[in-house]
């Protein structure tokens, strides 16, 4: 999803469709209860387009199969959530040493991981952010003088040596400002999967702490899907994918805090491209899983091509599949079976023998 300036851009070169996309985009538009860093207002625009989505994302979470590795997993993202924050280690490091990190990148990752596991054994809310917060810092973090007692008490800057990306909120302000994203978690009738892109975006806009604020904000946004039923979310590394496209996941960030309308009354907030972004951040990491988590056999390989040749209408059961896996009853009844589990398949036990269809999704 294009941000609204780039379909002026686009407007401008005379491109009708933009046009007519922008104008959309404006009707099909609801106002959040979130205010912007100088008193913005904040929507989310093209919300029929999002729900849309959010369904297509559905249906393939459905068939997102039930992880064995989920605490390698829960490893594997807390790595990439670090590293996005500048830890420099590796995964096959972490697994010897997660239990006694040594230096400051290992310890980064290790409280990551803890401060993960954390937030699936309880809901994240205004009452135990800083504890989540202490476990994903503790001993390394920077801008010690401004942690506060429970949000940052100074000032922070987002950027580089060279240059201010994001001037966050001013202190005096942290606190309103997180007691209505809270409020919204709690009150919104919005689907789960966009509240909780919405609470990623305006944590990282708000930055309640002085460091680790990136880690915090990942971590709480998937332990909000988790409880709110997306309990397979534990198996799908979003930090992972997000690691692979750092400038991307920057961009998307700085274009969404620019202010729309800045010479007119209203002054505004589109957040939508940044939902839109973590939709495929969502869906890549749940195709990452589904290919990690299914590493066929060879059996099953000859089966699904067997029935792929014959389309969506193919139906096979074990005797059926016995001569095309050359294996025993109880073996190609194993094969089958775990192609069900993984989402490949469907079983129809309303009759004798089983019938194996092809998932009409997939």
């Given at each position: 999803m294009d941000t609204l300036e780039k379909?002026?851009?686009?407007?401008?070169?005379?491109?009708?469709?933009?046009?007519?996309?922008?104008?959309?985009?404006?009707?099909?538009?609801?106002?959040?209860?979130?205010?912007?860093?100088?008193?913005?207002?904040?929507?989310?625009?093209?919300?029929?387009?999002?729900?849309?989505?959010?369904?297509?994302?559905?249906?393939?979470?459905?068939?997102?199969?039930?992880s064995q590795r989920v605490s390698s997993v829960i490893l594997l993202d807390a790595h990439a959530s670090?590293?996005?924050?500048?830890?420099?280690?590796?995964?096959?490091?972490?697994?010897?040493?997660?239990?006694?990190?040594?230096?400051?990148?290992e310890i980064m990752v290790a409280n990551?991981?803890?401060?993960?596991?954390?937030?699936?054994?309880?809901?994240?809310?205004?009452?135990?952010?800083?504890?989540?917060?202490?476990?994903?810092?503790?001993?390394?973090?920077?801008?010690?003088?401004?942690?506060?007692?429970?949000y940052r008490n100074g000032m922070v800057y987002v950027g580089n040596a060279n240059q201010v990306i994001h001037t966050p909120a001013k202190v005096s302000d942290i606190q309103k400002m997180m007691d209505s994203l809270f409020a919204f978690v709690n009150d919104t009738k919005l689907d789960p999967l966009i509240k909780s892109f919405v609470f990623h975006f305006?944590?990282?806009?708000?930055?309640?702490?002085?460091?680790?604020?990136?880690?915090?904000?990942?971590?709480?946004?998937?332990s909000q899907l988790y409880f709110d039923g997306f309990e397979k979310i534990k198996s799908i590394a979003m930090a992972t994918a997000i690691n692979r496209d750092i400038t991307g996941y920057y961009k998307v960030i700085s274009d969404c805090e620019k202010v729309i309308d800045k010479k007119k009354k209203e002054k505004w907030i589109d957040i939508s491209p940044f939902v839109d972004y973590m939709f495929g951040i969502f869906e890549e990491s749940m195709t990452d899983t589904a290919l990690a988590d299914n590493i066929?056999?060879?059996?099953?390989?000859?089966?699904?091509?067997?029935?792929?040749?014959?389309?969506?209408?193919?139906?096979?059961?074990?005797?059926?599949?016995?001569?095309?896996?050359?294996?025993?009853?109880?073996?190609?009844?194993?094969?089958?079976n775990k192609l069900a589990n993984d989402g490949y398949l469907t079983i129809d036990n309303s009759k004798r023998p089983y019938i194996y269809r092809l998932y009409p999704h997939l």
């Open positions: 379909l002026d851009y686009r407007i401008k070169a005379g491109i009708k469709e933009a046009e007519a996309e922008k104008e959309k985009r404006l009707k099909d538009r609801i106002k959040l209860p979130l205010q912007g860093l100088n008193g913005e207002k904040l929507y989310l625009t093209g919300i029929e387009y999002l729900n849309i989505r959010v369904n297509e994302l559905k249906e393939i979470y459905i068939n997102v199969p039930a670090a590293t996005i924050e500048g830890a420099r280690t590796t995964v096959e490091r972490m697994q010897h040493c997660l239990q006694a990190p040594e230096t400051k990148d990551t991981f803890k401060g993960c596991m954390y937030a699936y054994e309880h809901k994240i809310d205004g009452n135990n952010i800083r504890e989540l917060w202490d476990i994903i810092v503790e001993n390394v973090f920077d801008n010690e003088k401004s942690a506060g007692t429970f305006y944590f990282i806009y708000v930055h309640p702490f002085c460091d680790g604020n990136g880690r915090t904000a990942r971590t709480i946004n998937s066929l056999t060879e059996p099953q390989k000859k089966i699904l091509d067997k029935m792929n040749k014959v389309g969506l209408k193919a139906e096979i059961t074990v005797s059926n599949a016995m001569k095309i896996t050359k294996l025993s009853y109880s073996s190609t009844g194993r094969a089958l």
